[in-house]
């Protein structure tokens, strides 16, 4: 296993470096491979009901699937928003950022930080079961994505136990910060990309239905 020293150094700016030019190459080849595919796509672009599509979409229950399935809407969105959130707001995570750069966010109280992480949990053995019991969503996944919703949960898991003291913190802080950085070089080359890939693939289908059909797709 690598040494922490290494993770929190070299392998922490190779994995951003992989993250943030993986998302940008995969970007620039789904628009080229879009304008030699469906050229006549963007002959009906309208940003109006684009924007509309992504804003719909990003409004708890602001479509009408989502009005169809309150429960799983109501856990989608917590676990997104936690997702995105614990990292950003921890009080660890931004005393590091402002050792190495001078800066920080703002850092939420570690009970709350606990409280929020223990919620994450739960939302996402919810999703993980609902793959599993919903025959419709079962046949839709694969191995690979099961395993990757684990992946997303260990850094979180491994966190807490760390910070708790729950079990060896070397073994545990090195699985937390290598299983984060794992995280983020597979995010480009795999679904969880559609954390930047969402908003183009909604703004794409606002064109279709609203700007070429005159139909709402939300």
């Avoid at 080849?29 to 796509?41: E, N, Q």
């Avoid at 936690?82 to 660890?92: H, R």
């Avoid at 760390?162 to 597979?186: M, R, W």
């Amino acid at each position: 296993m690598p040494s922490i020293y290494f993770l929190t150094g070299p392998g922490l700016w190779i994995s951003f470096i992989v993250f943030f030019a993986g998302l940008a190459i995969r970007l620039i080849w789904l628009y080229t491979l879009s304008r030699k595919k469906d050229p006549v796509f963007y002959n009906h672009i309208d940003f109006k009901w684009g924007i509309k599509s992504i804003l719909y979409w990003l409004v708890p229950f602001g479509s009408r699937s989502m009005r169809l399935a309150p429960v799983f809407t109501i856990v989608a969105f917590a676990f997104h928003l936690m997702l995105l959130g614990i990292p950003l707001f921890l009080q660890a995570h931004n005393l590091m950022w402002e050792e190495a750069f001078g800066f920080g966010l703002w850092s939420m109280p570690d009970g709350l930080a606990d409280a929020l992480t223990i919620a994450l949990v739960g939302a996402g053995l919810f999703l993980f079961i609902r793959r599993i019991i919903r025959a419709e969503v079962r046949i839709l996944n694969s191995p690979w994505d099961y395993t990757l919703l684990v992946l997303t949960l260990l850094p979180f898991i491994t966190g807490f136990l760390a910070f708790h003291q729950i079990g060896p913190y070397k073994l545990l802080i090195t699985l937390h910060v290598l299983s984060g950085e794992v995280l983020l070089i597979l995010i480009p080359i795999t679904k969880l990309s559609h954390m930047v890939l969402f908003f183009f693939s909604r703004l794409f289908i606002g064109f279709e239905m609203g700007g070429r059909r005159g139909a709402r797709a939300w």
